[in-house]
């Protein structure tokens, strides 16, 4: 019988910061973690305790996988220190994956707020791997400032994929910001896809899922179409601890990612 | 399997015998209350008079599920893996049906589906459980309101009736050894012997007396009047009123599972640690960046009936209660959660 809070060794094999406080770690871990998009990973900094990630890597390729992690409280700011080479431990994969089957032939719209672009990148890398699945993939994604984009650099590789659509917007711009000002909500005024049959997959800070979620509403996207990343306390993973509890669903088991019209009901859902 | 008399005169004797194969641990009364004890041998030289009115007793304070999901105990290592240890055969003699129904929550969370918890299931699979009736409930029980019994209709290796100083055991087919550890003490009991007829009489005594302590029953849909009223925060606020957030009831409750993972270093390496969680503390829900859907003490009251009375019901067809009443009994706040769901 396996241990399900015990975790297996991964070493960090590189780094790239994205932002001043946002950081990706290449972790090759010791056994295989077959996860799927979104699906997560609980995450121990030895001494330090745990945290939960998705993955922002394509589970096309699971020998590696990237984790993009805000520097936010004492575990990731203890994951901050550690170098190349250092270990970490890592289990799961947990929760469960995004329905692509349900996605195919369809447009795909995906809005991005913040390091809320770490998740989505691995089901943006699935799509494209097979991008003849689906319709279209369009990328919305908003960021406080120019500098606080993560991915920059893979960006402009994205936008050449055929049938992918990228938009971006700062909160605050730059002298040599050229698209939009203001928050994501601002790349929504115009969808262009298919609102009654298109997906939406959305992840960022509460607040800003809130609001996206309520404009993709009035769009006319259904409610079983729009997906969203939501942030609990995912502590043990596995179902038992109810930590996570939101309404009817523990979400480290039944999500992290629900649909709207799963948690429509719950009171303040986005708190 | 079958049905065993044992006369008031060998019940040392078997457990003296019983010794000899598992570790026994029995109820024994402390003052007014009644505790947990390991059996030792000379207990049946220095108390020989105490063990058999214990049996007759409401539960222990402490939760039988302690046994198995203990309140503390370290269930990873990094970056060596941790496994469990096999443990010695136990057996809890004189449990209550309101802790032996709590471990079927227990089952359910930690015993079944997609991710076990070894080391729960380590120490279920080697603890024999002998489910003693409840033949003098108190005025803090109220098993009879959650449609359960004083007694055990299912579950366990056996059940004990004390009837008039004997014991009266149904043994299940798991429950052999008990028997099997001294056959000559036992006489087998026919159909219809009268033993039944008194140990029925015994039980039939005991609901009555908690149909008369709790004499209104609660919302046939319990689960849909707590989620109905999960939002009307003046109904929680009511009843939570005199709460001083102590976590007792929580801790005394046999069917909460809520546990926090917690590491801390040790050498070169890092020990993972589960301990007990309460869903009152007021960092429970909260996530990384702050943000926290039950900051307010209210909402956290109204969570714990939410979760025991809906959600568990909804999702495992029982509620995540037993009526032990020992939330009652340790609520500083005199909260009686009997009141609150007679009011739904």
Known sequence: ?271 | MGDYLLSKSNVHQWLSKLLARYAVFVPIQVEKQTHWHLLEPQDLETEPDAITPAQRRIRASEPVKSFMFQPRRQVASFPDPLMPEPPTPRLLLGIKNCDLIPLKVHDKILGEGEFEDPFYLAQRKNTLLVVADCPEPEKSCFCNLLGLTPYAMEGGDAVLSVVDGNWLLSVNESGKGLIDAAPELFKELREGSSEFARRDEQRHAALVTLNMTNAKPWNPDLAGAVAARLGDTAFWNKHAETCVECFGCLMGCPTCYCFLLYDQAKGAGVERTRTWDACYEAAYARVGGGANPRAEFIKRFANRFSCKFSAFKTDHGMYACSGCGRCFKACMGKIDIRKVLGEL
């Open chain 1, 1 to 271: 019988m396996s241990n399900p809070y015990q975790p297996i060794p991964a070493t960090i094999l590189e780094t790239h910061d994205e932002t001043p406080n946002i950081r990706t770690f290449k972790l090759k871990p010791e056994r295989e973690i077959p996860f799927l998009a979104g699906q997560f990973v609980e995450l121990t900094v030895p001494g330090h305790g745990e945290a939960p990630f998705t993955p922002s890597s394509s589970h096309f390729k699971r020998d590696t996988f990237d984790m993009t992690i805000m520097k936010v409280g004492r575990a990731t700011s203890a994951l901050f220190d550690l170098r190349p080479g250092d270990r970490v431990g890592a289990r799961g994969p947990f929760g469960q994956r995004y329905p692509l089957e349900k996605f195919e032939g369809k447009d795909i719209y995906i809005v991005g707020g913040g390091v809320g672009l770490a998740p989505l990148r691995a089901l943006f890398l699935a799509l494209v791997h097979e991008i003849d699945k689906y319709k279209r993939v369009f990328l919305r994604y908003g960021a406080r400032t120019p500098a606080d984009i993560v991915y920059k650099h893979l960006l402009p590789e994205w936008q050449k994929i055929p049938k992918v659509d990228i938009d971006l917007s700062v909160d605050v711009s730059d002298e040599k910001w050229m698209k939009k000002v203001g928050v994501v909500t601002c790349l929504m005024d115009e969808i262009p896809c298919d609102e009654k049959s298109s997906i939406a997959v959305v992840c960022g800070p509460p607040i800003m899922m809130k609001f996206v979620n309520q404009k993709l509403l009035d769009a006319g996207f259904q409610g079983s179409n729009i997906y969203l990343s939501m942030e609990t306390n995912m502590s043990c993973g596995v179902g038992q601890c109810r930590h996570c509890r939101l309404g009817p669903y523990l979400t480290c088991k039944d999500g992290p990612v629900l649909t709207w019209d799963q948690i429509k009901n719950i009171e303040n859902p986005f708190a």
